[in-house]
T-cell receptor, first 108, second 116 residues
Framework: EDKVVQSPLSLVVHEGDTVTLNCSYE??????LLWYKQEKKAPTFLFML????IEKKSGRLSSILDKKELFSILNITATQTGDSAVYLC????????FGKGTRLSVIA | DTEVTQTPKHLVMGMTNKKSLKCEQH?????MYWYKQKAKKPPELMFV???????INESVPSRFSPECPNSSLLNLHLHALQPEDSALYLC???????????????FGEGSRLTVL
């Protein structure tokens, strides 16, 4: 059975801090790993990773995949209160499988 | 703004009611999905439609009945629901079925369902 494990489950940081969110997975026929940000409603797409070692970057967010060790990290630098959300990692093998998410709270 | 539109945003229904959730996208996507999300849990896949045909049903009870009238629309018909069915129901679409592409889903904002 495909499995996605995220850590930590929750995290509280101060504005300006840098955070690293972790995602490990076990999946047959790996195709891609995706990161989503979910605030109050719909998850919004952040990154899709298919190749090891290639960093994807968007502003203060970046992510990288290690297909040998079966994990990915999502980094957020200079955090802002608007970064507060649940960050979901999902892996595509068969149907998309989501992890339980990391709830990030950024306090001023 | 999301390009996947869901209505209604909120729905309260009794256990004997019949209601429907609607989802619409105009991105030319050929795969559409229903997910159920309970509080503080990740989304759970319910149904996948690919080219207007049901391709995945994740053992969902028959009180949930999906329908895909055309490539832009996806409905979820609800009948005789239970209070534990209360959740956020998310619709999503992708260019084609997840198994054929790399899984970039576009989610709607969801319909929050409360069953009394």
């Amino acid at each position: 059975e495909d499995k996605v494990v995220q850590s930590p489950l929750s995290l509280v940081v101060h504005e300006g801090d840098t955070v690293t969110l972790n995602c490990s997975y076990e999946v047959t026929n790996f195709r891609s790993l995706l990161w989503y940000k979910q605030e109050k409603k719909a998850p919004t797409f952040l990154f899709m990773l298919t190749s090891s070692g290639i960093e994807k970057k968007s502003g203060r967010l970046s992510s990288i995949l290690d297909k040998k060790e079966l994990f990915s990290i999502l980094n957020i630098t200079a955090t802002q209160t608007g970064d507060s959300a649940v960050y979901l990692c999902a892996v595509l093998g068969g149907p998309l499988v989501f992890g339980k998410g990391t709830r990030l709270s950024v306090i001023a | 703004d999301t390009e996947v539109t869901q209505t209604p945003k909120h729905l309260v229904m009794g256990m004997t009611n019949k209601k429907s959730l609607k989802c619409e996208q105009h991105m030319g996507h050929r795969a559409m999905y229903w997910y159920k999300q309970k509080a503080k849990k990740p989304p759970e896949l319910m149904f996948v439609y690919s080219y207007e045909k049901l391709s995945i049903n994740e053992s969902v009870p028959s009180r949930f009945s999906p329908e895909c009238p055309n490539s832009s629309l996806l409905n979820l018909h609800l009948h005789a629901l239970q209070p534990e069915d209360s959740a956020l129901y998310l619709c999503a679409s992708s260019q084609d079925r997840q198994g054929a592409n790399t899984g970039e889903l576009f989610f709607g904002e969801g319909s929050r369902l409360t069953v009394l």
